[in-house]
């Protein structure tokens, strides 16, 4: 039987008994949450296996490709730079890319990059998912693309394209690529277990991804959508959550999809950029964390046809309204999650950072119902009201 390790505080014992629930249940089958307040890990639990035949026990060690979460570092990689004051978030992408300033991209800012503004949302010539593996191929891709939309009008989910102008643009900044930036700056001093890829000494404790039930044919492309649309794009290349498992991916620099984690890990990255510590102490400023909170945009995503509302890099807490505002508190929350469920939230003002890894994959593209669950009794422990408590 799936069994939960780690520590937990006896106020969180809520947490700790729905996590072995749901482990004992089958609904996951590996997975680790991290509650850090104040700097001070709560919840730290782990548990149940890391591979789909059970054979593998997933330990405090295990990492695990994290999809969409790695974003949140990519953008942490961009707002230490802004917080150092190497860019602005208004400057223009081509003061530090030149070739970016062609086919009307010439105005599009470092914010609208990170903010899933900048309209170049999705690769408009055919693309597989081996494809997505070759960095620099992919920057020329998109030196040469023009924006869908005007840049900084509204949000269309930059699924794939994120990693490539993001990592491009930090290389661009500091001479490091995207991956050995995050491994320097931020991982290391940290002494946290991310990477924007594995590296293969690695291999032997990342978990396998258990890919989502595959949606019917007409999800994936329904027959009266525009090939060329959007939502279509996005879509190319179709996700294949079991390419997640293989070399080509693992030896990738996919700024958007491929970091390697766990829950304690990422809790203790953007807790020490965010809520933990005093000014100077912090790794971002009161200014940066501000900038965060700056409405980038703020309604249905052209992507993802959802209310989604962005700030400068991460998803932020909407007024009711957006898709995540059903089971979080109101305040002020940052946050971004993964394909199949990983999800990283900040709540600033409580001083609470909530992580959550796993790999039995839901199709949902941000947050499962597994997290949904754990968030509803991290309040509810904590005595605040959300939508799924009766806190108050």
Known sequence: ?????????????????KFRELLES???????????????EVVNIWGG????????????DTIVNVFSTTKTISALAVLLLINDGKLSPYDKVSRYWPEFAVNGKENIEVRHLISHTSGIAVFEDPITMEGLCDFSSNVSRLEKQAPRWEPGTASGYHTWTYGYLVGELVRRVTGLALRDFVAQKIAAPLNADFQIGAKEEDWPRVAELVPPPRPPSDFIAP????????????????????????????RAEIGAANGHSNSQALARIWSRALTVGDE?????????????FTEQSYGLDLCFG?????????????????????????GRLCFWGGWGGS????????????????????????????VRSYVAEIYKALGVHTPSTNGK
């Open 1 to 17: 039987m799936a069994q939960a390790h780690g520590k937990c505080d006896p106020k969180f014992q809520g947490v700790y008994e």
């Open 26 to 40: 089958g609904q996951e089958l590996g997975a680790s949450l991290t509650v850090n307040i104040d700097g001070e």
């Open 49 to 60: 296996y890391a591979d789909a035949k059970r054979t593998r026990p997933w330990n405090q």
């Open 223 to 250: 027959p009266k959508m525009d090939p060329d649309s959007l939502p279509a794009k996005m879509l190319h290349p179709v996700p294949d959550a079991s390419f997640a498992n293989t070399e080509p991916w693992r």
């Open 280 to 292: 100077g102490q912090r790794l971002l400023s009161k200014d940066t964390i501000d900038l965060i």
């Open 306 to 330: 959802i209310p989604i509302r962005f700030g400068v890099g991460l998803g932020i807490r909407g007024n009711g309204d957006a898709a995540i505002d059903s089971w979080i508190p109101e």
């Open 343 to 370: 999800m990283v939230i900040n709540d600033v003002d409580r001083h609470i950072t909530i992580a959550y890894a796993m790999n039995k994959m839901d199709a949902g593209a941000a947050g499962n119902d597994a």
